[in-house]
C-alpha cells in the first residue's frame, strides 16, 4: 500500500556568498543541501527538494521556489518555522510555505524566471552591500546599456552567451525583458524568460556593460550575439551581483488540494 505524500511549495531568500550553489555538492555546503537536512529533522526521514531555478555559488535568491514531498499533513507555519529554527545560523530563510497538489512541479509548472543584478558604479566601493553588488568605478551610461540590451530581447541562438560547461539541450532561448535602469549610484538589470542557459544573465550583463563604458558600441553587442560564438562574449560579471528575484506560474499550478479552479 502506497503512503499518502502531501506537496508543500517554499519560497526560500538566501545570501548566495558561503554556499557552492543551490544544488548540493561533495566541495562545499549548498543552500539544497542546508534545507534539507533543515526539514528531515521534524519530517523524521530523508526528503529531496526540487527547485525553480539552480543559482550558482555566490548567487543569491530573494524568491526561490521549491517543493518538498512530506508524508503526513503540516500546518504551513509550522513547516516554514521548523525549518527556519534549523537554519538560523545560516543566511537562509523559508519565506513563506503553502499546500499544492500533486501536479505542480517547482521546475517543471514555471512559465517565466526573473532576475536581478546590481551593479554599484561610484568611484568607492561597496561597504554594506560587499559581496551583493558588482562595483564599477568607470561611468555607465544606462541608457546605451539599455539600448543594447534590447538587441538581446528575442528568440535567438544565445551560444555567445552560454557557459562552456553549459548542459542546456539546445542554446535557443527567448528572452522577454532586459531592462536596465539607473537607480541612484546603482544600475539594475532585469532580465525574464521561460528559462536560461548556464551563465546567460552574467554574460549578458559583463558584455552590456561593456557598452555602457564605452568600450563597445550597441552595433558590437549585436554582432556578438550574431556570432554564435563564446568568443565573442565580453567578459563575464561576477555571481556576487546577481539575484534570482521570481518564478511565474499559472493560476492552474498553485491550486491548494481540495481547491477547484474556475471553468
Known amino acids: 500500500m502506497e503512503t499518502e505524500t502531501h506537496r508543500y511549495m517554499l519560497v526560500v531568500e538566501y545570501d548566495g556568498a558561503p554556499f557552492t550553489g543551490w544544488q548540493r555538492q561533495e566541495n562545499g555546503l549548498a543552500v539544497q543541501q542546508l534545507v534539507e537536512e533543515a ?134 532561448k527567448t528572452l522577454e525583458r532586459l531592462d536596465v535602469t539607473r537607480e541612484g549610484d546603482e544600475i539594475h538589470i532585469r532580465a525574464a524568460s521561460r528559462s536560461f542557459l548556464h551563465h546567460q544573465v552574467r554574460s549578458m550583463v559583463g558584455t552590456l ?12 553587442v549585436a554582432d556578438a550575439l550574431h556570432a554564435r560564438d563564446r568568443r565573442a562574449c565580453g567578459p563575464v560579471a561576477p555571481a556576487h551581483g546577481l539575484y534570482f528575484t521570481g518564478v511565474d506560474y499559472p493560476a492552474e499550478a498553485l491550486v491548494s488540494p481540495g481547491e477547484t479552479t474556475k471553468p
Open 39 to 172: 526539514i528531515e529533522v521534524f519530517a523524521g526521514r530523508p526528503v529531496r527538494l526540487h527547485c525553480a531555478g539552480r543559482t550558482d555559488s555566490g548567487v543569491h535568491a530573494l524568491h526561490q521556489v521549491v517543493h518538498v514531498d512530506l508524508d503526513r499533513p503540516m500546518r504551513v507555519d509550522k513547516i516554514r518555522d521548523a525549518t527556519n529554527a534549523q537554519m538560523r545560523d545560516h543566511p537562509v530563510v523559508v519565506r513563506e510555505a503553502r499546500e499544492v497538489t500533486q501536479a505542480f512541479h517547482a521546475r517543471l509548472s514555471a512559465v517565466r524566471r526573473h532576475y536581478l543584478y546590481r551593479i554599484l558604479n561610484r568611484p568607492a566601493p561597496a561597504s554594506v552591500d560587499r559581496g551583493r553588488v558588482w562595483h564599477v568605478r568607470q561611468r555607465i551610461d544606462a541608457e546605451v546599456m539599455h539600448e543594447a540590451a534590447q538587441r538581446l530581447v528575442g528568440h535567438y541562438d544565445f551560444t555567445t552567451f552560454r557557459a562552456t560547461q553549459c548542459q542546456g539541450r539546445t542554446p535557443w
Open 209 to 220: 556593460a561593456q557598452a555602457g563604458i564605452g568600450r563597445w558600441r550597441v552595433q558590437d
